[in-house]
């Protein structure tokens, strides 16, 4: 659980993952935090930077999962269920997952998750390899106002505060010292509950699925397909079906549903 020895916070911070997997690659404990105010040069999927004004909550965890090398790209998956599954029980507010590490919330983006994995070791399990380390970085817009975001984020970004504007009757949490600890418990237990049973899991993430059904233009090597959301698979890639009604089973690139803006 949320160990206070093993907690770092900064008023500002230019990535808390590359502090976590410098501090990891150092030896760092397993349940070691990085926290930050604020974020200089956050991290995003792709080499994309995360918009990290004051109002976030934005922190890494480091753990030392005892996973298979065949799990180690599940870990997103796992990481964002446990997520979603807090932030609804905390906040009352029906957030949902945009495949495969954005928080969505009322069609627009509430959060980011972003994972990064240390070298290789020998498993215990048929010698299979595991990750020495695995950092999952959390970006969740608590109070942030619009103006502290660009113009081109502005329309597609919201904050848990403004789910009480939208929906009264959600008692939202917006204190980021009340959040931090429940969500750090709930990321502790994600590569736990994907080593045990990683089909239970990956079904509580299809619940929460924000683009099953939707019609969505697949970016691809600068190429836009048009195509409809169908689900998660078994082995966490996303299956679209095109335009032409042939299937594609996605690892990479983005998903975007038509009727929002581009991010």
């Given amino acids: 659980m949320f160990n206070k020895q093993l907690y770092y916070h900064f008023s500002s911070i230019a990535s808390t993952n590359t502090v976590a997997v410098n501090k990891a690659e150092q030896g760092a404990e397993h349940g070691t935090v990085i926290h930050a105010d604020r974020q200089t040069c956050g991290k995003g999927r792709g080499g994309r930077a995360f918009a990290s004004p004051v109002g976030g909550l934005y922190f890494s965890l480091i753990l030392r999962p005892e996973l298979d090398l065949a799990d180690l790209p599940l870990i997103t998956l796992a990481a964002g269920t446990c997520l979603c599954s807090t932030i609804r029980e905390v906040a009352s507010v029906p957030v949902m997952m945009k495949w495969p590490n954005d928080l969505y919330l009322y069609e627009r983006k509430l959060g980011g998750i972003l994972t990064e994995s240390g070298p290789l070791r020998l498993g215990s399990r048929d010698g299979a390899g595991q ?64 080593a045990e049973d990683r089909e239970a899991l990956l079904a509580e993430w299809r619940t929460f699925d924000y683009l099953q059904g939707k019609q969505l233009c697949y970016l691809w090597h600068e190429k836009e397909i048009p195509a409809t959301g169908i689900g998660l698979a078994e082995d966490g890639q996303y299956i679209i079906l095109d335009c032409h009604g042939v299937e594609h089973r996605v690892t990479a690139g983005d998903l975007n549903p038509v009727t929002t803006s581009k991010q």
């Fill in 131 to 194: 990750a020495d380390f695995v950092v999952i970085g959390v970006g969740i817009n608590m109070t942030t106002r619009p103006e502290q975001f660009s113009p081109a984020l502005r329309q597609t970004c919201i904050a848990l505060a403004s789910a009480s504007e939208l929906c009264p009757t959600s008692p939202a949490c917006t204190e980021r010292e009340e959040m931090l600890p429940l969500l750090v418990n709930a990321l502790l237990t994600a590569s736990q509950r994907l």
